[in-house]
């Protein structure tokens, strides 16, 4: 079973200015990391370095499982200079063949323009132990957009692949999102796509509430589903419950 992506909003205004603050990194498993009403960053002199590591029921990927509905274990490290950033990840994937893992490349630049954050750049998803003669590495490029509004976050997201894994076929994949912070520990939100061309088209959506208990770890409690039931259990609805810890 090969990744699949969905569709969506248009982004408007891009610029510069000189405030430093990027969204949520939502490269890998974006239905564990939608946007948080967090307020922008402080200016940092130097590189900041950042990890995270995530264990799950399974691993989600925009309505799609990744895992034959199986438990995932995510790792991610990430170093932003100003609002410039590069970052790598890694987990686990279950496609009915010899591939064993995925890896994901990206690096951005994450301008804040009048309240509006940004994330412009491309994300490379690589995977490890492929079939012989299979090549189903993609490239994308992408454009994020958040804005707060007190505790309400909204935003959107669009990808683009001129050749999503091996099929020589573009696709296009967008979603809108939102988010509403309760408290400072309790947030819910939820997204809602499309994707169209590549292999297939398809809408999904999910909803789902993250909790901080602690500083540095968060648990999230989501449901996902998607409009194709009749292509397998991989795209039916998904209950995930999941832990992380990010430093």
């Known amino acids: 079973m090969l990744k699949m992506l969905a569709a969506a909003i248009a982004l408007l205004g891009l610029g510069y200015a000189t405030a430093r603050a990027a969204p949520p990194d939502t490269t890998s ?7 948080q009403a967090t307020p922008p960053e402080p200016v940092v002199a130097g590189p900041v370095f950042s990890f995270t590591a995530t264990a799950a029921t399974d691993y989600v990927f925009r309505g799609i499982s990744q895992t034959e509905n199986g438990a995932a274990v995510f790792g991610s490290a990430r170093v932003a200079y ?11 994937v279950d496609f009915h063949n010899s591939t ?16 509006f954050r940004f994330d412009l750049g491309v994300v490379r998803y690589g995977y490890i ?19 707060d509004f007190g505790p309400v976050t909204l935003g959107g997201a669009v990808y683009y692949s001129g050749n999503y894994f091996g099929s020589h076929r573009d696709d296009v994949y967008g979603e809108g999102r939102a988010s509403y912070r309760i408290t400072p520990k309790l947030t819910v939100s939820g997204a809602a796509g499309r994707q169209s061309g590549g ?27 998607t409009d194709q039931h009749d292509l397998g259990k991989t795209y039916r609805s998904h209950f995930t419950a999941s832990i992380a810890a990010a430093f």
Do not use: C
């Open 29 to 35: 498993m974006p239905q564990l990391a939608l946007p």
């Open 82 to 92: 100003s609002d410039v950033y590069a970052g790598v990840g890694i987990e686990n």
């Open 100 to 115: 064993t893992a995925e890896y994901d490349l990206s690096a951005g630049w994450t301008p804040v323009v009048d309240g």
């Open 129 to 147: 132990d492929q079939p012989a003669h299979t090549e189903i590495d993609t490239a994308e490029v992408k454009a994020v957009v958040l804005h």
């Open 199 to 225: 292999l297939s088209d398809h809408t999904t959506w999910n909803a789902g509430v993250t909790y901080s208990f602690i500083k540095h770890l968060s648990l999230d409690l989501r449901y996902a589903d």
